[in-house]
Structures are given as C-alpha cells and as structure tokens.
C-alpha cells in the first residue's frame, strides 16, 4: 500500500489533548481509523462507532 503525508493544522490545546489520550504508540494506526472513519461516513452517511 502507497503512503501519503498529511499536513494537518490543529489548534494547540487539541493537541494536547490527542497526545494525553491516545499513547505514542498508537497515534498512527488511530489517526488511520479516524481517517477511514470520516471517508466512510461521507460515502455511506453512517456515523463511526469508538
């Protein structure tokens, strides 16, 4: 599978927050499931289930 880097802006204390609650570790293969998520809720109107 191909990769892309995603340039994201995110304000400071949303930062904070993700890096709180989400381990080191797992920040990548979160952020894929939400961006999974957020496609395939625009595709097939459902809403995403954590």
């Not at 400071?12 to 797992?26: E, G, H, I, M, S």
């Not at 998520?37 to 109107?45: A, D, I, K, Q």
């Amino acid at each position: 599978m191909a990769t892309e880097q995603l340039l994201l802006r995110l304000p400071d204390d949303l930062v904070q927050r993700f890096k709180r609650t989400v381990p080191a570790r797992a920040r990548s293969a979160y952020v894929r499931a939400l961006l999974a998520c957020v496609s395939m809720t625009s595709w097939h109107g459902q809403v995403c289930q954590w």
